[in-house]
């Protein structure tokens, strides 16, 4: 065993005689070590139950013949850290996440880790580091939050931020947005729409790192608590038949991934977040890009309506038949041969499945729309690609064409927005919020929100940040090459006119390529410079396209 490192012969006698302090016995030494990844904290909602996860892990473990140690890594939670300076930190945070538990479990030599991950940026830093370290891991995601209820509807945390454009336009009072506030978040759990962090549960399972049915059993549901166990249990035997990351996590289930994340329309974050993971595992063969994402887009239909994209909530999803579920119906469109934490093929996995709601779960014959959630769009503005939800895009809008309102940050552009001066037919540019420009790449919930609240329509978004995973409507992100990367779309100005042809998969702005060079030769873009974390981070990360990646 790895743990044989800390644990084995007389020159380890020191090493024993702490982990001996630490309530080891002599029996333990002959047990696997294994890490409990716990990212618990009481100020994200999605990771404030995980304490209780982690118990029944750690008694799983113990029953199965192992020795588990919990430690933990951080959690940021987009919602709170939305829409100010917090945000910077948010995508980085998933590289402190992998190397964390990279670090421990290399410096204590761990023979196997179960990862209790639940929000953003949590998930995938947990997969890229058990891509890294290619020791037997599980993944137990925390679960999503029960959805709320505000005058009979469902409600989540989307509807709230949407709301604040609702009172600013006077369709809803202040005292309606208490009650709304007060009632959309009822409790523990990632946020009930299919938002990034559900999303990546989702993909998560479907990779076969995970449990079936961990991504969609609500955290507060005693399923979790048993499938929490049963993960505990599960490592001790993956430790013994050897059975890592990378005979999990293979081509074949990464593209399996992005066939749940067109079928389902989840959050554009995936576009980050699958690449960064196979960046892990590039020795093995694994190879993700955006083009991948746009071929499996146009292959595999979107069968699943889950806000923000529809009414439907994860609690619906699940009812229906959660991921085994929709892998079910999709059978024919992925590699079913693929491995899973089970040790169980995904065919062995759905064999008895059996789909519910076929409302929720379309079928293929009959999707909500005949190309996935996701689409890819190039042109003169994006040479190297941009990303969009086109699943939750009205179709009137999957074609616009209108001028630039041009912003070198998100909060000039949400004044301007709710002092009346973004109008119908605009697009809203927000640059120099890219992986290096912000720095840290920031989620435009709150723009997006305003827009949509406001009711301001035909109105396009455009911008070298990202997205949050609740976002809808024609919004353009990741657009690569950044501004401060000598993108093209530091070289906008007010009045350029912009085409959006999301069935084209085309973003063009109408400007001669020389016009363009000369523009970006002359960008008066401002400088951020940063101390600590961040001026590393700065430094040190790739393009948005490349998954914004360390290197």
Not at 38 to 60: Q, Y
Not at 444 to 463: D, R
Not at 479 to 491: C, F, L, M, Q, T
Request: glycine share 10%; net charge negative; with cysteine.
């Amino acid at each position: 065993m790895k743990s044989d490192n800390v644990k084995k012969g007389i020159e380890r006698a020191p090493h024993r005689s702490l982990l001996r302090a630490c309530g080891l016995e002599d029996d333990d030494f002959k047990k696997p070590f294994i890490g409990i990844a716990n990212s618990f904290t009481d100020i994200v909602p999605g990771h404030i139950h995980l304490k209780d996860l982690a118990d029944e892990i750690r008694k799983g473990s113990i029953e199965a013949g192992g020795i588990p140690f919990e430690f933990n890594t951080m959690a940021i939670c987009d919602g709170i850290a939305m829409n100010h300076e917090g945000m910077k930190y948010s995508l980085p945070s998933r590289e402190i996440i992998a190397n964390t538990v990279e670090s421990v479990a290399m410096g204590h030599s761990l023979d196997g880790l179960v990862l209790l991950p639940s929000c953003d940026k949590v998930v995938p830093g947990m997969l890229m580091a058990a891509a890294r370290l290619d020791i037997p891991s599980i993944v137990v995601t925390g679960g999503p939050m029960e959805p709320g209820k505000f005058k009979g509807e469902n409600a989540d945390l989307i509807t709230v931020y949407e709301a604040v454009g609702e009172v600013s336009n006077g369709k809803m009072t202040e005292d309606e947005l208490h009650e709304l506030e007060c009632s959309a978040c009822p409790g523990v759990g990632s946020c009930s729409g299919l938002f990034t962090a559900n999303t990546m549960a989702c993909v998560t399972e479907t990779m076969g790192m995970s449990l079936p049915l961990c991504a969609t059993t609500l955290a507060m549901d005693n399923d979790k608590l048993k499938i929490a166990k049963e993960s505990g249990k599960r490592i001790v035997g993956m430790i013994s038949e050897d059975l890592i990351p990378s005979k999990i996590m293979t081509q074949k289930s990464f593209e399996n991934a992005l066939a749940i994340d067109m079928a389902l329309g989840g959050s554009t974050n995936t576009a980050l977040h699958i690449p960064a993971i196979a960046s892990e595992l590039e020795d093995k063969g694994v190879d993700v890009d955006l083009e991948l994402f746009d071929k499996i887009s146009k292959d595999v239909p979107h069968i699943a309506s889950i806000s923000p994209a529809g009414k439907d909530t994860m609690l619906d999803l699940h009812n229906a038949g959660g991921i085994p579920g929709v892998l079910k119906n999709i059978e024919e469109k992925i590699f079913i041969d693929s491995i899973t934490c089970t040790g169980l093929t995904i065919k062995e996995n759905i064999e008895n499945v059996e789909i519910k709601n076929t409302d929720v779960i379309r079928p293929m014959d009959d999707p909500v729309h005949e190309e996935g959630g996701i689409a890819i769009l190039k042109g003169n503005l994006a040479p190297n690609g941009s990303v969009i939800k086109q699943a939750a895009v009205e179709d009137d809008m999957m074609y616009h064409k209108g001028p630039a309102k041009v912003y070198n940050i998100e909060e000039e552009a949400v004044e301007s927005i709710f002092n009346g001066k973004v109008v119908e037919g605009d697009i809203v540019v927000i640059r120099c919020e890219g992986p290096k420009g912000g720095p840290g790449m920031r989620e435009m919930l709150n723009p997006t929100s305003a827009i949509m609240g406001l009711g301001i329509k035909n109105v396009a978004l455009i911008t070298d940040g990202r997205f949050s995973g609740g976002t809808r409507g024609p919004c353009v992100g990741h657009v690569s090459p950044e501004a401060k990367n000598g993108g093209p779309i530091g070289g906008l100005i007010d009045g350029d006119i912009i085409e959006i042809d999301i069935k084209n998969r085309k973003i063009n702005v109408d400007l001669s390529d020389d016009e363009i060079n000369k523009r970006i030769s002359n960008a008066d873009l401002p400088e951020r410079k940063f101390k600590g974390w961040l001026n590393i981070y700065q430094k040190c990360v790739s393009s948005a396209d490349k998954g914004a990646i360390l290197r």
